[in-house]
């Protein structure tokens, strides 16, 4: 197999861009109708993320001509940035945020005359954390849902003959974290759970795959309020 780097694919249909629409259009409504109360606050938002992949594992690619079996190599740090909301009710506030997080990974693959190439992949998602916290002293402390939404990917399994990205359109998981204000700036470190496993977008010839490991990750953001 001979890999090009520059085989690139981009996935992003018309009901992607309806669910981003929509979206974007609910939380425009939630601006207008709370732009007048003290309690709410608009910023932006960047970071890191890493994903943690606790037990290594191998698949066989029982169904490609090409390649005999696959394993995770590295994994890429990720870097996203957006912008948030937060809405301050009782004693609670509520942060929901729109950020493009964009991902990078390396996969050793091992071809049928048994040598072990690296190919790489990269992803580009939409993040949308819904966050409830409370605030105890200095420290904030919140939790909540989050969907990713697939935009596009770039992909070097695309020289391999037979193999398709089967992205979910969109996939849901839950943060839990901790976060710091000083003055304008907003410090936040999150663990992040998903419902899916690692890889499940990988087909050959029709047939899926994925690794048995959920991907979790850690995510440092930092904010600063307008």
Known sequence: MKVNPKNTIFVLNMMDLKRFYLIILLLAIATLVTAQNDKAEFGIKIGLQNHNVVTPETISLSSSAELVEMSIGEIDYGFHAGIYARFKF????????????????????????????????YYQDLDIPLNIGFKIGFLKIHAGPVAHIHLNSTSELFDVEGYEQKFKNASFGYQAGLGLDFRKLRLSLNYEGNFTNYGDHISFEG????????????????????
């Open 90 to 121: 009782l004693k609670l506030y509520w942060e929901p945020a729109l950020l493009l997080n964009s991902q990078g990974i390396t996969y050793l693959v091992k071809e049928t005359d048994q040598s072990v190439i690296e190919v790489k992949e």
């Open 207 to 226: 047939e899926s795959y994925n690794f048995s490991e959920s991907p979790s990750r850690l995510i440092l953001s930092v904010g600063l309020a307008f």
